[in-house]
T-cell receptor
Framework: DAKTTQPTSMDCAEGRAANLPCNHSTISGNEYVYWYRQIHSQGPQYIIHGLKNNETNEMASLIITEDRKSSTLILPHATLRDTAVYYC?????????????FGPGTRLSVLP | DAGVIQSPRHEVTEMGQEVTLRCKPI?????LFWYRQTMMQGLELLVY????????DSGMPKDRFSAKMPNASFSTLKIQPSEPRDSAVYFC?????????????FGPGTRLTVL
């Protein structure tokens, strides 16, 4: 499975959009991009996933570049409760195991 | 639904003792995962089940760890004998098989401290 690289940390002002980038330059055609987040002391929480089209749900938007080598998770109006570690994962749909790897993620701090 | 339930939430034990962690997945979910999280290694997948059968346990130390799923609503992760390096937060997650929607739902975790 493709590996991902994310910035170690980011800050965002409360109420502003948080844009979290992820590089996955070796992604293959059948691999999806997944985003999870982990708020301190809790289990990870699913946010959104996509294959090649941009996706939006009640939590966030996912923008995937045309070549699929990178993506951006957008939290449109960040709140203090969005402070968490955000993980970008790529995997082939339907497969789990060691192919589903949580890297170090991006630690997002939403500042008042 | 109550979500994924794990017990105990905290466990403190001494080196050499047996430790059993428990997990109840979301009803109807057919995948169950055990993860371990430490500051040094991050979140690691230890083992996962599909319909109660072990699908991949390559991340699990076999000499001291064992995982079982005797029925669809219960799983255990046992460590015997426990060592200080096993100190970590252990998460259980479950998922419902589907074509493209494979969200994993995580439990609150068990914080294990081995002295």
């Amino acid at each position: 499975d493709a590996k991902t690289t994310q910035p170690t940390s980011m800050d965002c002002a409360e109420g502003r959009a948080a844009n979290l980038p992820c590089n996955h330059s070796t992604i293959s055609g059948n691999e999806y991009v997944y985003w999870y987040r982990q708020i301190h002391s809790q289990g990870p929480q699913y946010i959104i996933h996509g294959l090649k089209n941009n996706e939006t749900n009640e939590m966030a938007s996912l923008i995937i570049t045309e070549d699929r080598k990178s993506s951006t998770l957008i939290l449109p109006h960040a709140t203090l409760r969005d402070t968490a570690v955000y993980y970008c994962i790529v995997r082939v749909d339907g497969l789990w195991g060691q192919n589903f790897v949580f890297g170090p993620g991006t630690r997002l701090s939403v500042l008042p | 639904d109550a979500g994924v339930i794990q017990s105990p939430r905290h466990e403190v034990t001494e080196m050499g003792q047996e430790v059993t962690l428990r997990c109840k997945p979301i009803s109807g979910h057919d995948y169950l995962f055990w993860y371990r999280q430490t500051m040094m290694q991050g979140l690691e997948l230890l083992v996962y089940f599909n319909n109660k059968a072990v699908m991949d346990d390559s991340g699990m130390p076999k000499d001291r760890f064992s995982a079982k799923m005797p029925n669809a609503s219960f799983s255990t992760l046992k460590i015997q004998p426990s060592e200080p390096r096993d100190s970590a937060v252990y998460f259980c997650a479950s998922s419902l098989a589907g074509s493209s929607y494979n969200e994993q739902f995580f439990g609150p975790g068990t914080r294990l401290t081995v002295l």
